[in-house]
């Protein structure tokens, strides 16, 4: 079982540049999430998706957008890349409410707005 | 607010020390779980333990336990005798009044010196 699988691991933007972060799960979960960790400051919700067609704003959603076409896909999409967007982004997954069941996550995506 | 409070930030100790990770928790929920996630120095987050508010029993998993008092909205984390592999950081993660995610507090960092 792959789990929670993100690419890329590493990327680097310029300002301005647009970029899609993909996050795939193969458990059939049904609630899917992105978060984003800055140093010290633990993780920040950006969006979340209680399932297909169904998306959510979190804490942090400016500059960010998602989709939910598939049960298995959860893609970011970073439109004109800002500095303030350098950050490490996890994708996480859960079969019932994250509440409930805890989170499963992807190993992270390290993300460089330069 | 809703809070997640990790008072210690950063804690370093010699191998085969004890060591507890405090976690203060505010929640308007009667029943809920609480989660600790670990975050080692290769980046991923990794769960360990997802406690419900009805059981107050304390859990011990090798040398992890877990000590979870709903009177003083507490779940502390212990590890005793611990290895230089326990170098990380935690974090405590308890849900969101009124949804199903959950919120991380800004996690402690342990290092554990040889």
Known sequence: ?114 | AQKVTQAQTEISVVEKEDVTLDCVYETRDTTYYLFWYKQPPSGELVFLIRRNSFDEQNEISGRYSWNFQKSTSSFNFTITASQVVDSAVYFCARPMNRDDKIIFGKGTRLHILP
């Open chain 1, 1 to 114: 079982n792959a789990g929670v699988t993100q690419t890329p691991k590493f990327r680097i933007l310029k300002i301005g540049q647009s970029m899609t972060l993909q996050c795939t799960q193969d458990m059939n979960h049904n609630y899917m999430y992105w978060y984003r960790q800055d140093p010290g400051m633990g993780l920040k919700l950006i969006y979340y998706s209680v399932g297909a067609g169904i998306t959510d704003k979190g804490e942090v959603p400016n500059g960010y957008n998602v989709s939910r076409s598939t049960t298995e896909d959860f893609p970011l999409r970073l439109e004109l890349a800002a500095p303030s967007q350098t950050s490490v982004y996890f994708c996480a997954s859960s079969y019932g409410p994250g509440k409930v069941d805890g989170y499963t996550f992807g190993s992270g995506t390290r993300l460089t707005v330069v």
